[in-house]
């Protein structure tokens, strides 16, 4: 095999042992209602039934749900690429937080840049 496709099957395999490459090493965490949690580097994985986010801190990694996948779906459309990694370099902070609409109905937000 060309030396290239064997650095590639090997990149392939580093995401298939652990998740995504930022994983490897990190402690799993969760994120808690009303902690801010700051993003340094976040990536996709396949679910059973969809795609959700893995975001992390730099020391921890954690799963998104499907309100801070959503999130993070809509930064990727909304910004380019290279926004994205200067927001990065500085870090993400987000909180997310239990809430009650006016119905009475609860439901979960993820706010990026909480004051």
């Given at each position: 095999?060309?030396?290239d496709l064997m650095s590639l099957i090997s990149k392939v395999k580093e995401i298939t042992a652990s998740?995504?490459?930022?994983?490897?090493?990190?402690?799993?965490?969760?994120?808690?209602?009303?902690?801010?949690?700051?993003?340094?580097?976040?990536?996709?994985?396949?679910?059973?039934d969809k795609e959700f986010v893995v975001l992390t801190d730099g020391e921890t990694f954690c799963y998104?749900?499907?309100?801070?996948?959503?999130?993070?779906?809509?930064?990727?459309?909304?910004?380019?690429?290279?926004?994205?990694?200067?927001?990065?370099?500085?870090?993400?902070?987000?909180?997310?937080?239990?809430?009650?609409?006016?119905?009475?109905?609860?439901?979960?937000?993820?706010?990026?840049?909480?004051?």
């Amino acid at each position: 095999m060309k030396k290239d496709l064997m650095s590639l099957i090997s990149k392939v395999k580093e995401i298939t042992a652990s998740g995504l490459p930022f994983m490897e090493g990190k402690e799993k965490t969760d994120l808690s209602d009303g902690e801010v949690y700051t993003v340094v580097e976040y990536g996709y994985l396949e679910g059973d039934d969809k795609e959700f986010v893995v975001l992390t801190d730099g020391e921890t990694f954690c799963y998104g749900g499907s309100i801070v996948t959503d999130a993070f779906k809509a930064l990727d459309e909304k910004l380019t690429d290279d926004e994205i990694k200067e927001l990065l370099a500085e870090g993400i902070s987000m909180k997310i937080s239990k809430k009650k609409s006016k119905n009475g109905r609860k439901y979960t937000a993820c706010e990026f840049f909480p004051q």
